[in-house]
């Protein structure tokens, strides 16, 4: 039998629910132990480990208050003609599954008390789902974006001593392509109606459509006009910005893929414009998956350019708006955000439950980089803290344990659920699945995270 200390949290009635009795179990501990003597108060308490506890370096120490145990007073204060009372406060450190037991000493005789005292972390989450469109659409979900993975969440945190709670009804959000994320963010923030009560140690689990990010890209090479010919159908390497973000298909029918005013035929000195009109998806195109997917553009030639290109080999020069890549999800502002959809097909429930586990590494910080009141960054971190990619195209920081670097690409198995990919390359050629749990290097990491002040 152990008795739970809530390192983490706050003294504060509002945690005070669901196997937490009191405020004592919460914070620090507090200690008042009554001497019968009429000297002045001579005794003292202390918390010893018991067994193996998690040990912080010299640097994260000098960092981070608590990643140390404090004795942060001791008090003797008369209690009536006899008694003395002395008071102690005592913070664990921040790790979790550290045992302590307390010692009391007076004139050199110690007693201790019998059950340990085990450190313990509690966070909590609301979540969240996107409904579909009120109208059905072509190339959209018709049901709300299911949640799973909860239990394997729950269950992998708590292996490293982090308990998950979800709390308030489950939220909803409307329907949107979800390509503008701060959008995204507003609104999960605003439907996690758990939030003020919790505040700051909760957050969303969102799950939506898609996270797909755009990119921009000039062209300029050279085409056949075949006499007679009134278009020109091309294939480009990768989708166009249609059916991606739903306000940009709103602004322009068309597609504002095409970036206005860019296309033309150029032929020798002579310029042939075509509107942004002229410029349309492919009739009947094929889609890459069930949500869609669209690389074939027609491009149709006004009456000036069929005349003046006919039989010529000519330039073509535009600029189209493309899907850059789908993100699996993304954490920040006290949100994580998992996609459902990627490559426009569904991403099975396994990739799901992978993809929150790291987004929820991230959102608690992970993979400490060694910043200011972190912990020591370790060997295998990789990548920084901006959303900017890094040289392996993953924004984040995140783990390399079973890879190797070859410059700008990694070549193993992933060996971490915090590696910056759902997946990988191994030398032979297979792709390789990253895990869905912490690796050796980061799970003492995860248990000795500080968690008093999430940094969402
Ligand atoms: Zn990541
Ligand atoms: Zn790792």
């Given at each position: 039998m152990t008795l739970k200390q809530w390192v983490n949290l706050p003294k504060q009635d509002r945690f005070v629910e669901d196997g937490i009795g009191s405020t004592s179990e919460l914070g620090n501990i507090q200690i008042e132990v009554e001497?019968?003597?009429?000297?002045?108060a001579v005794g003292k308490s202390r918390m010893v480990p018991v067994g193996n506890v998690q040990s912080y370096t010299a640097r994260e120490k000098a960092d981070n208050g608590n990643f140390e145990l404090r004795d942060n007073s001791w008090v003797g204060k008369p209690l009536g003609q006899k008694n003395w009372m002395s008071m102690d406060d005592f913070q664990l450190p921040a790790a979790g599954g550290d045992q302590y037991k307390m010692e009391i000493e007076r004139d050199g005789k110690v007693v201790s008390t019998g059950e340990p005292i085990q450190a313990w972390r509690r966070l909590y989450y609301?979540?969240?789902?996107?409904?579909?469109?009120?109208?059905?659409?072509?190339?959209r979900p018709r049901a709300a974006i299911k949640a799973v993975g909860l239990g394997t969440m729950e269950g992998t945190l708590l292996k490293s001593f982090i308990e998950l709670k979800e709390r308030g009804?489950?939220?909803?959000?409307p329907f949107s392509s979800g390509s503008y994320w701060p959008d995204v963010y507003h609104q999960t923030v605003r439907e996690c109606g758990a939030r003020p009560t919790f505040a700051p140690y909760l957050f969303t689990l969102a799950f939506v459509h898609a996270l797909p990010k755009a990119t921009e890209t000039s062209y300029d090479f050279v085409v056949a006009i075949y006499p007679g010919a009134t278009y020109l159908d091309l294939t480009f390497p990768n989708p166009v910005w249609y059916g991606l973000d739903d306000g940009d298909d709103?602004?322009?029918?068309?597609?504002?893929w095409v970036c206005s005013g860019s296309c033309k035929l150029v032929d020798g000195a002579t310029d042939y414009?075509?509107?942004?009109?002229?410029?349309r998806l492919a009739p009947a195109p094929p889609a890459l998956g069930p949500y869609g997917g669209f690389k074939g553009v027609r491009i149709y030639l006004t009456p000036e350019a069929q005349r003046g290109c006919a039989g010529k080999n000519v330039r073509l020069?535009?600029?189209?708006?493309?899907?850059?890549?789908?993100?699996?999800?993304?954490?920040?502002?006290g949100a994580c955000i998992l996609a459902r959809m990627v490559n426009f097909a569904d991403r099975a429930d396994d990739g799901i439950r992978q993809t929150i586990i790291h987004?929820?590494?991230?959102?608690?910080?992970?993979?400490?980089?060694?910043?200011?009141?972190?912990?020591?960054?370790?060997?295998?971190?990789?990548?920084?803290?901006?959303?900017?990619?890094?040289?392996?195209?993953?924004?984040?920081?995140?783990?390399?344990t079973g890879l190797s670097s070859m410059g700008t690409t990694w070549v193993g198995a992933p060996g971490c659920v915090m590696?910056?990919?759902?997946?990988?390359?191994?030398?032979?050629?297979?792709?390789?699945?990253?895990?869905?749990?912490?690796?050796g290097t980061c799970t003492p990491l995860v248990i000795k995270l500080d968690l008093s002040s999430p940094g969402w």
């Open positions: 001497f019968g003597t009429e000297e002045p609301q979540v969240v789902v996107m409904w579909p469109p009120a109208v059905p659409e072509p190339n009804g489950r939220g909803g959000v709103f602004r322009s029918p068309n597609g504002s414009a075509i509107p942004d009109d002229w410029v020069v535009m600029r189209l708006k493309h899907l850059d890549y789908f993100i699996n999800g993304c954490a920040a502002n987004e929820l590494g991230h959102a608690i910080g992970m993979v400490p980089a060694g910043m200011p009141r972190q912990l020591d960054r370790p060997g295998t971190q990789y990548g920084n803290y901006t959303a900017e990619r890094d040289q392996y195209g993953h924004a984040g920081s995140h783990c390399s590696f910056g990919a759902s997946g990988g390359w191994t030398a032979e050629g297979r792709s390789a699945q990253a895990p869905a749990s912490f690796c």
